[in-house]
């Protein structure tokens, strides 16, 4: 049976409508989980998986929950957003040795810092996840509006510019050498992760800005963030 036959054009329309009404919903200050099936459950559960303390000062709380359960049920953001696949689980609740319930280690929470090595050949940088967490400022991963974290997300803009093209090939082993596309983050998967709506990465964006910020190593390291 094809989607043709299954929706009838005036059920469609009534979808659409109905997902109008939602984005305004979730689009005013105040979120009704209620509103939305499914998406209460989403955000209870996402409270309940938190692996730290959320600050839900001027937060909105939904979103936060939102957020949480995207980021930890469903996106895995914290696989590569961790120092390293060693660090990610605390001692005693690593799922992979058979232990029992699961601990995600704290310290090192969506820090960044997970090195995937020269992805662009020999004589390139490593690419390196970056901490997500918030700063003092409050924003998420290092200070980022919710604007550039989309444009981030869809597009995905390096607004370090850390690893550039290099200038006729020439390697300087901070450069990435064509065909690579140096103005873009490698691995991280905004391809896919482009694909969420404004309303979801708006979410995940505050679950960001509600976890515990991590320092990371010394300035100038671009992994550094001024928690105080
Ligand atoms: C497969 C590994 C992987 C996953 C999964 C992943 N990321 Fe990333 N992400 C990276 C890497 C690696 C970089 C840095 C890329 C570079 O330097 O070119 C990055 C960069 C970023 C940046 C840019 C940060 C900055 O300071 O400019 C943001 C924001 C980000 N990721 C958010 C997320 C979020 C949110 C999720 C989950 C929804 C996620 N990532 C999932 C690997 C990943």
């Known amino acids: 049976m094809t989607l043709k036959q299954f ?21 005013g200050t105040r979120v009704r989980a209620d509103d939305i099936g499914g998406d209460a459950s989403r955000i209870q559960q996402g409270f309940a998986i938190a692996p730290v303390p959320l600050n839900l000062k001027g937060k909105d709380p939904a979103l936060v ?83 550039q974290f989309l444009d981030i997300m869809r597009n995905g803009t390096d607004y370090d510019h850390f690893h550039p093209t290099c200038v006729n090939g020439v390697l300087t082993g901070t450069c990435l050498p064509a065909p690579f596309d140096g103005a873009l983050l490698q691995i991280m998967p905004w391809p896919i992760l482009h694909n969420l709506t404004d309303h979801d990465l708006l979410a995940i964006y505050e679950y960001l800005s509600a976890v515990p910020c991590i320092a990371g190593p010394p300035a100038p390291s671009i992994l550094h963030n001024d928690c105080k």
Do not use: M, W
């Open 65 to 147: 929950g939102l957020g949480s359960y995207i980021v930890n049920a469903q996106a895995s953001c914290n696989d590569c957003h961790t120092l390293s696949p060693q660090a990610e689980y605390s001692s005693g609740g690593i799922p992979y040795f058979g232990q029992h319930p699961t601990i995600v280690n704290p310290a090192v929470y969506l820090g960044g810092g997970r090195d995937f090595g020269p992805v662009a050949g020999p004589g390139t940088p490593d690419i390196v996840s970056r901490n997500l967490t918030p700063d003092k400022t409050g924003l998420p991963e290092g200070g980022h509006t919710f604007a």
């Open 7 to 27: 929706v009838n054009p005036a059920t469609a329309a009534t979808v659409l409508a109905a997902a109008a009404l939602v984005g305004i919903a979730f689009h």
